[in-house]
């Protein structure tokens, strides 16, 4: 099973449509939501008439915000959201209030015959606005003004570091917003059952923090209770996060008694967001003439949009993952969230680091050119080593880096390439390094992180139950191909019931690349101990020791003497017999990370580390800048591939979603001018002119698994559905400056960005385009951690005193 | 998903059938044909006509007769059609390298030839849902009225979006109108006006039948399209352009158009005019191109920046009079438009 290409537990309804997504589902007596959304970026509601539309034929109900007043939000720090805005709109598209009817055109109709009187206030549409308008606040719990949340962190002595440099580079970066764009827009059906709880079918990637949220709205008992995420079309981050629309059917379907679902439009979906975080980033970078880096220095301002999301993480890993790819002596991090008028940014693949791995590799390459080291040499020499412990207390287990960086030298023809292709032509090269599960819970817990149960009966079918949700990674095929491979058994043999709160166990949800590391664990350890029930069982029948029994090929045999056997559905009736009726269950959580001490140390641990090299090869029209990517390399250091074709599948489809954002994916907005209007909207919310790129706009991608198994991982296997992103975007920027000596130090890296580059280079100015400046701020005083080479033991020397108990309310701010 | 809203719908048989249902019906009924762009536009609510009068079940409408010497297109031909047409290819390159490149093939299966002619003019502050119009207060082209892209515009300024209508203007096109009164035939140029919310000479009553082209003999012909993918995307600037050489290379008539770049396909005539009686060498080239480049006036209301387009217009007057010229054009085509479409033949 593990490492043969396989052929995927739900292929076949997915191929042949019988896959029932959630916008598939149609009930009996079934009601249609439409929600109000706001026309203005900010106001306040003065009043809401309904009247009109609780009137209109066909309509049942009508709710607004005072019908679910009580406030949620994806992390414990942030509970800034209602289902429906009850005084106050955010940005274009928050929504207002909720017209259930017999038809979804009705409802649609009767939206239009709902009046609300809205003042209109001042709009912020970008953090350096945020900074000069400190009024009127976007969130009264801001940090201060509309600066939503900032972190800042000293590992060593950074003033030092810069002194001892032969050399110090100063950049500056910005890295545009774009969304996650699945194919499946978000819908929801809500039912009310016949004991009158309330069952939700969704696509969600965090059924059980989705669970969480409701019962806290809802003020309803958790076991009353049932999410079910429905098989997912694509998340990528844009579906880790309860959703308005979510509570208003669950509150509609409770008080109609009647099924209601609610499907969004592609403009809604846009409106979700909680895509990635346009970020405006500068890198102080001290470096000896060998290339070592002595020092660093970033900051990072980053447009959060009109409410927290997971913001607070993603601050944090706007700068936690910076040294874990090359060894960065001493650190300094700087990072602030700002309050907008648009809608939420949040995570999307990668999240909050693809950004500054945009910058540090764009960099690195300027670094290499000045200081006449080959780009790829240059990474050989500051490269991590396994079993590193960072400077900010970041414990590395394997590393494959190296490995890596050779093998996508080799295959991509590199050394011939670099520095000696016509001009119009180029080749770049990036690294980078992803976790794989985020080491902490989002709310703080003692409780595992992933929970997997079995059942095995007479018939010989095997039930993996799991709190697991698949969204079309393939995280069913994952984990029964680890419970076949344990069982000998194949994983057809095996059914999945995953993604349900009621059937199985909690597993905190598809985010930060955590299933397979974590559910798997746990997969592992149910199916042994089944397999060790059997093997009792067997072992007394066949009268052998039951460390000489073997399960392979649907059977348990003696592994001296093959021929005595009984079948795989024998030894389950033998277990059945001998101990009763056979459930097991198995569970993960991750290892304590006893380095990092201080508080926010937590952001960015992780059970494993995965790294990845990136050499693209790009053809520039110098006319037009267009460009066209010809080829593209990629080696991933994964631990070891369970199944091969998906984790292809991974790597090519996180290429192809870091070219989309490269070259053209932007979420933009449009101001008008003020003296007519106050409209802050964003620019395309389509999916034809929002631009990503198509099959055609795709180039020839070889990948290459750089296998070395992780002891911590499942078989060995660590993460691949998100690092391979990140040295796709700094990759192409570095191939566009080989090609035609130019650097864009911006994504995305657009032909008009170019041509101007192009024309700076001819005006024998800077030949760059990028940003010109970096705003002044406060950035408060940082948390200093002395790293372990100078003598730190992972806590801070001016840590304030911490408070006592985390609160329901308050627990502690944590991770991805 | 969006929800078209409640219409009725008709099926005549025969184009006097369907005339005389826009007759009776008035400007609240429209034609229908692959519906391709008029059901997004319902959709977003941009037109909500009461009744739409199909033109799929009329035989004879999407015939297509080619010849040396006259043509005629049926209108319901569909791009696809057009595209898998050797005839076309080899005939009129540049109506089918523009057909070939019209938004993704399922749509050019739907897609018809009359459709795209009289498709609708687009701008990024209309080519949006009701909401999204509402929330900035809606625009001249509809509902509205202030010209975002241009505040003090007297008129709309959304642009024309028509692969195939330049190139049909650069091969002399025709077009047939049909209605209860009668029938009547005049230039594609004169179908067009340069205003977005008028942008068709055509009234509400008229059905486009045919399209007529002249003598295509000694003709060469060509299609360069400006969008950001290989697929899907609308044009946001065109060039079309179409030669008459003598069998030594000397040009007898030539026709250049500038495509999605006002609100119809301009007529770059004095750029024409300066290849008359010439060979397509350098310096003749940079003249028409920069003749015909002073037209292209873009606006910020498509993809990719206003400057940028307007630069990319010289540059593909350039690639389209060298490719005309016989130049081997395909390693430009693939890389500025992703496009696999050979050069003329
Ligand atoms: C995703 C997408 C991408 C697209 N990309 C492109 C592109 O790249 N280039 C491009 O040119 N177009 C593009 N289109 C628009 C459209 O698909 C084409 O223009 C198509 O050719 C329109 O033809 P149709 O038959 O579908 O027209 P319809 O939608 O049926 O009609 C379009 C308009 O013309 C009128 N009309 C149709 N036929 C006649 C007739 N015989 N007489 C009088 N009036 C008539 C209709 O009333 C309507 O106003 C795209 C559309 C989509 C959805």
Redesign the interface.
Known sequence: MIGHARRRVDARGKVTGQTIYADDISLPRMAYCKLLRSPHPHARIRSIDTSRALAHPGVYLVLTGKDLPIKYGILPVSQDETPLCVDRVRHVGDPVAAVIAREELTAADALELIEVDYEILPTIADPEEALANPEPRIHDYSEEGNIHKRVAFEFGDVDKGFAEADEIFEDTFFFQGNTHLPMEQHASVAVRDREGKLTLYTSTQTPHYLHRALSKVLEMPAGHIRVVATPCGGGFGGKSDPFNHEFVVSKAALMLGRPVKISLTREEVFYCHRGRHPMLMKFRTGVKKDGTITAMHLQNVIDGGAYGSYGVASTFYGGTLQTTTYHIPKYRYQGARFFTNKPPCGPKRGHGTPQPRFGQEVQIDKIAEKLKIDPAELRLRIAVKPNELTANFLQLGTVGLEQCIRRVVAISGWKDKFRKLPEGRGVGLACSCYLTGAGLSIYWNAMPHSGIQLKLDRSGCVTLFAGTTEIGQGSDDVLAAMVAEVLGIKTFDIRVYSGDTDLGPVDLGSYSSRVTLMAGNAAIQAAERAKAMMAEAVADKLEVPKERLRFADSAVFDAAAPEKRVTFVEAICLAEARFGTIGTVGSYTPPKFPAAKYKGGGVGTSPAYTFSATVVEVDVDTATGLVRVAKLWNTHDLGRALNPVLARGQVEGSIYMGLGEALMEEQDYRRLPSRLSHALVHKFPSMLDYKTITSLDMPEIVTEFIEGPDARGPFGAKECGQGPLLPVMPAVANAIYDAVGVRIDEVPMTPEKIVRALAEKKAGRAPRYGPDHFPEMSWGEPLRVPPPWDGGDGRAINEPPRQPKPSREKEKVLTP | ???L??FDYRTPRTVAEAAQILDGEGPEAMVIAGGTDLLPNMKRRQQTPRTLVSLRRIEGLSGAHLDHSASQLGSCLTLAEIAEDPRFRNGCSALWQAASMVATPHIRNMATLGGNICLDTRC?FY???Y??R????FCKKKDGE?C?VA?SSPRCMAVSSTDTGPALMALGARVILHSARGEREVTLADLYNNDGREYLTRRPDEIVSDIRLGPLHGWRSTYWKLR??????FPVLSVAAAARFSHDGVVEEARIVVGSAASRPLVAEEAARSLLNRRLEPEVIEEATTLAARLAKPLDNT???MS?RK??TS?FVTYALRELRGDDMRA?R???M?SQADGVS
């Open positions: 998903m969006m929800r809203p409640l990024m080519d949006q849902s909401e999204w509402q929330a900035i207060n202030t975002w505040n950001r993918r290989g697929s899907f995307d993809d990719f920046d940028w630069k990319v540059q430009e693939t890389r500025v992703h």
